[in-house]
């Protein structure tokens, strides 16, 4: 991948009409390699929000509920600042220094230019609904019921406040979860398809994004490399304006499996 993206990143140089049409016959290619580190998750049943684990919970992870999954795929890793600047042409990040760091200072709002730009090539990728997002950090039918995304052990697993150097850290240098996701816990805060609602009353129990109600919120999950243990669980929730973006706060890939 790492050529490819560096290939594409000479056409964006090269000027951006050039870049463009390059970028659209370089794209099928770009997205192969994207493919291979998508994780297929399948589907199930389990308990969303506030279960016993989690501890100290939030009012907004409340009341549990049993949800629905069905099969879908989710990134392997944090999109990257190398990705996002092979498909944008620029890197808006604060710790750009670092090509394979999760790229940051990136709103909901800009996502879906990258979404658009990324799915040129008949690809459908998308932001994952919350659900999915929950049920994939909390390992899916493999879970084995950890406060966090692959452990009880924070540092394990997670870049955060405390282990960080106030920066963001490569991909995947972490413990995986049980489905080989890395930095479900901590590195950046993760955007996800979701309205924000202040509970979970009246939530769908299928799988699919809450896009009811307030929308100019949308959910963030995840902790980042500032936030303290607790915002790390994977149960922990918050939200912020589609239009806000900071150096803590990124995303990941998922894709829609058609059987």
Known sequence: MKATLTFLLALFLAGPAVAQEQLAERLPEILQTVNAQMVRVEGGSFTMGCTPEQENCNDDEKPTRRVQIN?????KYEVTQELWEAVMGENPSA???CPQCPVETVSWDDI???LAKLNA??????????AEWEYAARGGQQSKGFQYAGSNDWAAVAWYYENTDNRTHPVGQKQANELGLFDMSGNVREWVQD?????YDG???????WEEGNCVRRVIRSGSWYGKPSYIRSANRFWYA??????NLGFRLARTIQD
Do not use: K, M, W
Not at 121 to 130: A, F, M, N
């Open 71 to 75: 099969s879908f795929e989710i990134g």
């Open 95 to 97: 710790f750009a220094d």
């Open 112 to 114: 879906q230019v990258f």
């Open 121 to 130: 090539g008949g690809e459908q990728y998308r932001l994952p609904s919350e």
């Open 195 to 199: 309205c924000y609602s202040v509970s």
């Open 203 to 209: 939530a769908p129990s299928d799988g699919r994004a």
């Open 242 to 247: 589609t239009y806000f973006h900071n150096n």
